[in-house]
């Protein structure tokens, strides 16, 4: 039997992978998560063929969950699964060690197809997903690579709301450690604010707008 993993927080999105996942009988769901720490305690302990993560979650984005997967001896390999047809994103998972892009809009057709593909070590993208690369992105792109793993975690909770000390409480840090990512963040981003870095947290996908 094939393992595979799911990681969505939201439990109606899951059941309709399961749904479409379901119809090989070759195939098995062993774990599900709701956010990326789940996702990746679920990988290293149920060590699935394939994990399918969103790309928005809640406490780690499916990007960091790529990357913390690859950094571990597992044989996983991780679909990025997602509401935005965006080359951006498609460069930021597969440099994160994910070997596949997929838009939810077109799972129905194509989940099958990716899964096949990562059974195979083979990369598989959704739809024109590289065409979908502007100037824009390829700036912000350059500015997201400047980023450690751990400054883009945190952009990403100050996007969501959170406080420093909420961030330090979340991630296990002192407040002065978390001021300092977050301060690096804003000089590599070449932001001065908050806003500015919620602007940059939407355009590049780390929350949902």
């Avoid at 792109?141 to 952009?155: C, D, I, Y």
């Amino acid at each position: 039997m094939k393992r595979i993993l799911i990681a969505d927080d939201h439990e109606a999105v899951r059941s309709g992978l399961r749904a479409v996942l379901q119809q090989r009988v070759d195939w098995e769901v062993v774990a599900e998560a709701n956010d990326g720490s789940k996702a990746v305690a679920a990988a290293i302990e149920s060590r699935p063929h394939v994990a399918i993560v969103d790309f928005s979650m809640p406490r780690m984005t499916g990007v960091e969950v790529a990357r913390r997967i690859r950094d571990h001896p597992l044989q996983t390999e991780v679909l990025i699964f997602t509401v935005h047809n965006s080359g951006l994103l498609a460069q930021q998972a597969f440099q994160a060690g994910a070997r596949a892009f997929l838009v939810k809009s077109d799972a129905n057709k194509l989940l099958l197809a990716a899964v096949d593909s990562l059974l195979l070590h083979k990369p598989f993208c959704t739809r024109n997903c590289v065409n979908e690369l502007d100037i824009g992105s390829r700036a912000d792109m350059a500015r997201h690579q400047g980023l450690t793993p751990r400054e883009q975690l945190v952009v990403k909770l100050v996007a969501e709301g959170y406080s420093n000390k909420g961030i330090s409480a979340l991630l296990n840090l002192s407040v002065k450690t978390t001021e300092a990512h977050r301060a690096a963040a804003m000089r590599k981003l070449e932001v001065n604010s908050t806003a500015g870095l919620v602007r940059y947290a939407v355009r590049a996908r780390l929350v949902e707008a």
